[in-house]
């Protein structure tokens, strides 16, 4: 029928592990929001997570970072929301299978070594309703400024501990 038509997906981003032991890709209906699907060979696709997209997979198969996209729906409905709605990354701990969602992020990359991960973060909105001229034009050119550069996170994945650095360009 035309409605399970509408339900057929089609896999993209095919990823596998440099040891063999994950595979990931994302699943895609016609109309609709992407699934991150995670399979470890002998134990099946049972890591899964909505929204997800673009996997990458550390090099010592610990962790898998990918693309958060937004809610289709959400995103049709807040178009011209301020500041807009943006992209985050999802982190996913494979042997725990614990996930975390992180909020306006642009980029990420694992090292080489797959102990460290770098991303970064959307630059930041300007700043409204400064009232007075003076104050609204110095206010406009830092404003100029913080939208050019963005936040830079490197975080240790082995201790959780994240080392910020502010206004990058």
Same mark, same amino acid.
């Given at each position: 029928t035309f409605e399970d038509m509408m339900d057929f997906r089609v896999i993209e981003d095919p990823v596998i592990s440099e040891d063999g032991r994950i595979i990931a890709f994302t699943t895609r209906p016609d109309r609709g929001n992407p699934e991150l699907v995670v399979c470890r060979p002998g134990e099946?696709?049972?890591? =899964?997570?909505?929204?997800?997209? =673009?996997?990458?997979?550390?090099?010592?198969?610990?962790?898998?970072?990918?693309?958060?996209?937004?809610?289709?729906?959400?995103?049709?409905?807040?178009?011209?929301?301020k500041p807009p709605l943006r992209e985050g990354m999802l982190l996913l701990e494979v042997e725990s299978a614990a996930w975390q969602e992180i909020k306006d992020v642009k980029n990420f990359a694992f090292s080489d070594d797959g102990l460290w991960l770098v991303y970064q973060k959307f630059p930041q909105e300007p700043e409204s309703g400064v009232s007075e001229d003076k104050e609204k034009a110095e206010s406009t050119e830092k404003n100029k400024e913080k939208e050019k550069s963005s936040t830079l996170v490197l975080r240790d994945l082995q201790s959780g501990k994240e080392y910020v650095s502010e206004n990058v360009e």
């Open positions: 099946g696709c049972t890591l =899964k997570h909505v929204l997800g997209c =673009k996997p990458l997979i550390s090099s010592d198969s610990r962790w898998l970072a990918a693309v958060m996209e937004i809610d289709l729906v959400l995103s049709v409905k807040e178009k011209e929301t």
